[in-house]
């Protein structure tokens, strides 16, 4: 998802850099329009359970807000389930690019639980989030 927002560079609405600007803006329309456009991409990226509960949702901030809540915990017995993987991977009857991607794949996996990975680029890629 996080990919997706930054291709389109929309990614600073999710994180709260991009923030709505004055009422009296000529940008406060836009901003609400990229704002909500933002919403309904989560929503369809999201499954209905989850939508349900991010629906009414007053900005895109808060959507992020809730989804890290919901997903920034880890969970222990994945995280265990993980290491123990990882401690008991062999390469078997794989091949070597098998074995490598099923290791790389449960590194990854253990890396996303150890932090949240966050993608703040700065100044200048704030400056630029709002780029309407």
């Known amino acids: 998802m996080e990919v997706a927002l930054i291709a389109k560079n ?19 329309g836009q901003w609400d329009i990229c704002d909500k456009m933002v919403i309904s991409w989560l929503l369809n990226a999201v499954i209905k359970d989850i939508g349900q509960n991010i629906l009414f949702s007053s900005t895109v901030r808060d959507v992020g807000l809730q989804l890290e809540r919901r997903f920034g915990e880890i969970d222990g017995t994945k995280l265990f389930r993980v290491q123990r993987d990882l401690c008991m991977i062999s390469q078997n009857n794989m091949s070597v690019a098998n074995c490598f991607t099923q290791i790389n794949k449960l590194w990854n996996d253990y890396n996303s639980m150890i932090t949240i990975p966050h993608s703040r680029c700065g100044a200048e890629c704030a400056k630029s989030c709002c780029s309407l």
């Open 10 to 28: 929309k990614l600073g609405f999710v994180l709260g850099d991009c923030t709505k600007p004055h009422t009296t803006s000529p940008l406060a």
